[in-house]
């Protein structure tokens, strides 16, 4: 076979060929990389429709970074011209960005947050005001209290998948029901919910169980302050279809899983479980934008165009 016969000419793929290959990547490679190929490519990827999803996942390694991720995410979203149903925002979030993004995405189901920690409850309450038909929200490693949970859960009220992660830590000193109680008395539509390293007691989990009475899907890891037994865990294997416990691996859990001590008593364990078991995932054999003028920089810096 030939040399001219082997090399495939790229632009003779139909078009939708063309745009689902290039809707697979990331938004941070179509504008970096895939638009600047060819005019056929940069036509695709201007179209609304390559950005009903947004996917903005990185390291985290901002600093090294020579591109700005806001400015990037802001023009991506200008793209959808409306048509925003999925965001993913990790590292970089900003009250402002969000407030862009809730302003020009009313029909926004699905709002990823990971290590926002420039997002504030004001900010991420007003932008839930203008989301009413988000359906899944996870905020993960972000400082955010109960009462933007509860704002979240009064104004989307068709939320039925929410995550809310923190760092797990296996001796606390305090124990809090705050959250669980935010979203069991404002989510009661929720289908999937997963604490990861939640402060919760049994009481908040006893509260969540008859606050949400749709809930098919509990993940627990690392909320050690929950002790499942008795009536609860009966009354958790008899409502629950999928329930991951506290003490469960967390082998397919997509972040750093690493356990903190914060120096409590040996008590505080499990009887015959170690620091090293707790570091191991053996041991779960052991159990059962807003307006312009916030964004004044954006046009000047912005040249994806």
Known sequence: MSTAAETRNWLELPLDVTASILYRLGAIEILNSAQNVCSQ???????????????????????????????????????????????????FGTDELLSYISKRSLHLKCLRLVSCHNISDEGLSEAALKLPFLEELEISYCSISKDALETIGRSCSLLKTFKFNLQGCIRFHVESDDEALAIAQTMPELRRLQLFGNKLTNKGLQAILNGCPHLEYLDLRQCFNVSLGGNLEKRCMERIKYLRRPYDSTHDYEFDAEIHDTGSSDEDYPSGISDIDLMSDDYDDYFEFSDASDLSEYDEYVHFD
């Open 41 to 91: 490519w940069r036509n695709i990827c201007k179209d609304p429709s390559m950005w009903r999803s947004i996917d903005m996942r990185n390291l985290g390694d901002l600093w090294d970074m020579d591109y700005d991720l806001k400015k990037m995410c802001l023009h991506a979203v200008d793209r959808s011209c409306g048509h925003l149903l999925d965001i993913n925002v990790e590292y």
